[in-house]
C-alpha cells in the first residue's frame, strides 16, 4: 500500500491535541474533495493547520492543471488560485517570527511535499505561476 501522508506534529499535549487530532484527521482524507471538507470545517479554528491544507489543495490543481488544455486547464488555474489564496489569507492570521511557528505540521499530504517552513512568501513563491 502507497503511503500518500506523512506527519510531522510538534509535540501533541494539552492546547496542541486539538491540532494533533485535525493533523491525524487530514491524513486519513483520501481526496481532494474531503481534504477541501476539512479545510472549510477548521479555517476558523485551526488556520495555522487550514493555511497548510489551502496549500496542498492549491498544488494538486494546479499539477490538474498541468495536464489540461483551453477551459478545463482555466477552471484547474481557478480552483488552484482559490485555494493559493485562502492559504495566504489564513497564514496572515498566524504567529510566524520564529522557526517553530514556520515548520510545517505535514511533510506530505495527499501526495504533496510541502516545504519545511511555510509562510506566505513561500505560498507565493512555489505558486508563483497562479500570482497569488
Excluded: K, N
Excluded at 67 to 91: D, K, N, P, Q, T
Amino acid at each position: 500500500m502507497e503511503t500518500l501522508c506523512q506527519v510531522v506534529v510538534p509535540g501533541a499535549a494539552g492546547s496542541e491535541s486539538m491540532e494533533h487530532e485535525i493533523v491525524l484527521r487530514a491524513l486519513q482524507c483520501s481526496d481532494v474533495f474531503v481534504l477541501a471538507g476539512l479545510l472549510d470545517e477548521v479555517r476558523h479554528s485551526a488556520p495555522r493547520i487550514a493555511a497548510e491544507i489551502g496549500y496542498v489543495l492549491a498544488r494538486r490543481y494546479q499539477a490538474h492543471a498541468a495536464l489540461a488544455h483551453g477551459e478545463e486547464r482555466r477552471r484547474w488555474l481557478s480552483r488552484a488560485y482559490e485555494y493559493g489564496s485562502e492559504s495566504i489569507r489564513l497564514l496572515d492570521h498566524c504567529s510566524l517570527d520564529t522557526l517553530e511557528e514556520c515548520a510545517t505540521r505535514f511533510a506530505v499530504l495527499l501526495g504533496v511535499a510541502l516545504p519545511s517552513y511555510i509562510h506566505q512568501e513561500v505560498v507565493r513563491d512555489r505558486l508563483r505561476e497562479l500570482e497569488v
